[in-house]
């Protein structure tokens, strides 16, 4: 159910993009990559959902979440200091499929990156894990320097070419791909670029971070749906928010 | 019992219910049903429904407008698939049900009369296909042929769940009790429209309900208005998310409540709500939920 947790560290990464280190001891254990939160904005009531964050990453007592500012809710909460109390309800959603001994992919797109942090930290124990980060321009790319500090292989890529390659996330990731015996990829980003890579990669699984309005988090209102394949829709919170991309329609 | 309510013949442990399709089908959280007076499932039709395309949820100051489209497995799979696991809920538990044609409501009635289940509520809102679109709940009439029609098939407690848009609900409600409902709920969501940044509808099934705070006034003058109306009980409905809210819907003559928005907010929204109401009540020295029942009528 939910419960308080405090506000340890609150840092901007870009000019929309905040950092949120919150103390959750009781769950950090149990908490996997690809899960989410539902924070709670506010008491007062108006603003009654509380907004499905993902987990950017786990250390000891404490979760990280990075968001973007975009709406009412997102603009409250960029307001928090550390000390302040968050209603979290979580974790929610089934995690990412962990798997040992293969080369995976993981591309973001803008502040899709985020969860992929601790996606990345727990795959690249038993795998080779190859980050692809893209934005539009440099000083959009988020969390460059916490992935690197992994250890792992960094390819970066932006619209304007004012940091790494020229052009979209997927040119970089499609090459990566291609030359990956039995590659495995993970995607977070726009929709556009999910499906991107869905249609161009053949016999590679990719899995997606998807995003839908949500109502209740927990797989009791059935707002959050996704069309399925072959037909109907599957609930994103409860069956996802990961899913396998060839098991529905973007 | 103290603290037990009667309505039509059956007893609530307290008057707090969960709403439909606010709860699943009350077997997702058990431990939270069972506390509540009762569960009502999210509404069940006779063939399955995929439901409306996304988005199906948007937010609005103090409220909520959704399109789910009544995605659900349809009769036979609910019985198959989910009473089972129904039955182990130590609630009571109404299924709502929904039909597009009079004939469907008589088919749920009839295939759920054998089974372990406290009541039907009938969710009127759903248009009438063979009348071209007009919702059954908008007119006395249909209210009451269907509300007569599932009675004759029903021995079980019987809630007619009415609509406020477009229509008088003192006018239903009286067709619902001529017709032998033994209950009715007050109110059902309100029709609301969500437009996008490029004027278009932003709703997956274009149009939506309007459920949540926001309606909590409208929804307390339609059970203030029925209460005097009818003599069957009114179960009220719209914008509970505080004890305070279930206490004023008691005031203003309702026998049970239901919360539903307030469960998206965290699955034990209307536990909540019982507790707050609970506090409420001993703080003011209460002797029974019944001796507040309608206060707001006494002068
Ligand atoms: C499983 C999941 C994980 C997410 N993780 C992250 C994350 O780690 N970082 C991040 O920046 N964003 C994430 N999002 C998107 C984030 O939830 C939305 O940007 C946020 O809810 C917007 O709220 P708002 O009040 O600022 O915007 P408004 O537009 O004012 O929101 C109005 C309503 O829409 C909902 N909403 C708006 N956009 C979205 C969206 N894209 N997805 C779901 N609901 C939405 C809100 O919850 C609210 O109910 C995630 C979404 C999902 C579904
Ligand atoms: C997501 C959602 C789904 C709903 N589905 C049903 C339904 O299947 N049948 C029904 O009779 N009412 C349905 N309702 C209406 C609620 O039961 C309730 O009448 C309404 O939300 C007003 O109460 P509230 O303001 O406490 O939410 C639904 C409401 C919501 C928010
Ligand atoms: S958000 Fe309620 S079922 Fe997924």
């Known amino acids: 159910m939910n419960f308080k947790v405090r506000v340890a560290e609150v840092s901007w990464l870009t000019q929309e993009v905040v950092s949120v280190w919150v103390e959750a001891p009781d769950v950090t254990g149990k908490t996997k990559p690809g899960q989410f939160f539902g924070v709670k904005v506010n008491k007062r009531g108006d603003l009654l959902l509380r907004r499905p964050l993902s987990v950017a990453d786990v250390r000891g007592d404490f979760l990280r979440f990075i968001f973007k500012v975009v709406g009412k809710g997102t603009v409250e909460l960029s307001r928090t200091k550390p000390g302040d109390g968050w209603d979290v309800l979580g974790p929610l959603g089934k995690p990412a499929p962990i798997f040992k001994g293969r080369d995976v992919v993981v591309c973001g797109g803008g502040v899709g990156a985020a969860p992929l942090l601790f996606l990345t930290r727990v795959l690249k124990e038993k795998n080779r894990v190859n980050v692809i980060l893209g934005a539009k321009t440099a000083s959009e790319l988020i969390l460059v320097n916490d992935f690197r500090r992994l250890k792992v292989k960094v390819i970066l890529a932006t619209d304007d070419g004012s940091a790494g390659e020229k052009g979209f996330v997927t040119q970089p990731a499609m090459r990566a791909i291609k030359t990956l015996l039995k590659p495995v990829v993970f995607a977070c980003g726009p929709r556009s670029m999910l499906k991107f890579l869905m249609e161009n990669v053949d016999q590679v699984p990719v899995w997606g971070f998807l995003e839908e309005r949500m109502g209740c988090g927990v797989g009791i209102c059935y707002c959050c749906a996704v069309e399925r394949r072959e037909g109907g829709y599957l609930r994103l919170c409860k069956d996802g928010p990961v899913v396998f991309l060839n098991e529905v329609r973007l | ?299």
């Open chain 2, 1 to 299: 019992m103290k603290g037990e309510v009667v309505v039509g013949g059956v007893r609530f442990a307290n008057p707090v219910l969960a709403a439909s399709g606010t709860f699943g089908y009350g077997v997702e959280f058990k431990g939270i049903a069972n506390r509540l007076g009762g569960i009502v499932t999210k509404g069940v039709t006779l063939e399955e429904r995929a439901g409306n395309p996304p988005p199906r949820i948007a937010e609005v100051p103090s409220g909520i407008v959704n399109s789910v489209g009544l995605e659900n497995p349809g009769l036979i799979k609910f019985k198959r698939q989910i009473l089972p696991k129904l039955k182990k809920i130590k609630t009571r538990i109404l299924v709502n049900v929904a039909g597009f044609e009079v004939d469907e409501f008589i088919r749920l009635a009839e295939g759920l009369e054998e089974e372990n289940i406290d009541g039907l509520e009938l969710n009127l809102s759903c248009p009438n296909v063979s009348e071209g679109g007009a919702v059954f709940g908008q007119t006395p009439q249909k209210v009451e042929e269907i509300t007569r029609a599932v009675r004759k098939r029903t021995k079980k407690l019987l809630v007619v769940k009415l609509t406020a848009n477009f229509v008088d609900p003192r006018e239903t409600a009286k067709a619902a009790e001529a017709a032998g409902a033994d209950a009715v709920t007050v109110i059902n969501t309100l029709y609301g429209l969500i437009l996008d940044d490029n004027g278009r509808p932003f709703l997956g099934g274009r149009t939506g309900g309007i459920s949540g705070p926001a309606i909590k006034p409208f929804a307390l003058f339609c059970v203030d208005r029925v209460a005097a109306a009818v003599k069957i009980p009114v179960i009220g409905c719209g914008g509970i998310i505080s004890g305070r809210d279930a206490f004023d819907f008691l005031c203003a003559g309702a026998r049970l409540v239901q919360v539903g928005s307030a469960n998206l907010t965290a699955p034990n929204g209307a536990l909540r709500v019982l507790q707050e109401l609970k506090i409420i009540i001993s703080e003011k020295r209460i002797k029974g939920w019944e001796s507040i029942v309608g206060t707001a009528r006494r002068g």
